[in-house]
């Protein structure tokens, strides 16, 4: 069983960075794609960033593209969220999800094609 703990949010100012990690307890965290998605205050869950069962392919929303980057480290069962220039509009809660099985090389950008989510973390940044 898939189990999403989501940590690492917090209040940073504009231009600064933040890591977020996804810790996966149900033991099955490489076999899933995976993926970050964000909810900003008074708008709907929004997709990040994906990567694939093994990493080598990942994918991003082009509000972030150049200064995100997603990766995952299968021993551990973490993915990570690198949030480099980090702007006001970045604020939002911030969530993993996992797809559950999938072939290798796959990822997926759209939130029906999830089906394990975390609780999410809040990220805040102040201009």
């Known amino acids: 069983q898939v189990q999403l703990n989501e940590s690492g949010g917090g209040l940073v100012q504009a231009g600064g960075s933040l890591r977020l990690s996804c810790v996966d307890s149900?033991?099955?965290?490489?076999?899933?794609?995976m993926g970050w998605f964000r909810q900003p205050p008074g708008k709907e869950r929004e997709f990040v960033a994906a990567?694939?069962?093994?990493?080598?392919?990942?994918y991003y929303a082009d509000s972030v593209k150049g200064r995100f980057s997603v990766s995952r480290d299968n021993a551990k069962s973490t993915m990570y969220l690198e949030m480099n220039r980090l702007e006001p509009g970045d604020t939002a809660v911030y969530y993993c999800?996992?797809?559950?099985?999938?072939?290798?090389?796959?990822?997926?950008?759209?939130?029906?094609?999830?089906?394990?989510w975390g609780q999410g973390t809040q990220v805040t940044i102040s201009s």
């Open positions: 999800a996992a797809r559950g099985p999938t072939v290798t090389g796959a990822y997926y950008i759209r939130e029906s094609d999830y089906g394990y």
């Open positions: 149900g033991g099955t965290f490489s076999m899933n794609a």
């Open positions: 990567v694939s069962r093994v990493g080598r392919r990942t």
